[in-house]
Nanobody, 123 residues
Framework: QVQLVESGGGLVQAGDSLRLSCAASGSRFSSYPLGWFRRAPGKERLFVAAISWNGADTYYADSVKGRFTISRDNAKNTFYLQMNNLNPEDTAVYYC????????????????WGQGTQVTVSS
């Protein structure tokens, strides 16, 4: 019952920044843990970042700590991934995700996924 749509990807150069957005349907958005994943060419989809239902807790993959920030705006049913100092290793399709367990606790169990948005970083 949850529909997620990513946007904001594009082609950038190393050192640039992008902000990805994920718009969600449904009236219980504020109760769901949320996350971002990415899949590089020829690789498995990997965890990038997550945020708790109330935004109090965030989690990041080691590869993006200090560069990426996840945030949410429950009033807009939207959440974001701010990506700074991008490098070519960040090139991937980025997916937003939702854990359908209301007020769920970490570790999260993501079951709903967006369609993906391409981020390409040239050197």
């Amino acid at each position: 019952q949850v529909q997620l749509v990513e946007s904001g990807g594009g082609l950038v150069q190393a050192g640039d920044s992008l902000r990805l957005s994920c718009a969600a349907s449904g009236s219980r958005f504020s109760s769901y843990p949320l996350g971002w994943f990415r899949r590089a060419p020829g690789k498995e989809r990997l965890f990038v970042a997550a945020i708790s239902w109330n935004g109090a807790d965030t989690y990041y993959a080691d590869s993006v700590k200090g560069r990426f920030t996840i945030s949410r705006d429950n009033a807009k049913n939207t959440f974001y991934l701010q990506m700074n100092n991008l490098n070519p290793e960040d090139t991937a399709v980025y997916y937003c995700a939702c854990d359908p367990h209301l007020y769920g606790a970490y570790p999260y169990d993501f079951h709903y996924w967006g369609q993906g948005t391409q981020v390409t970083v040239s050197s």
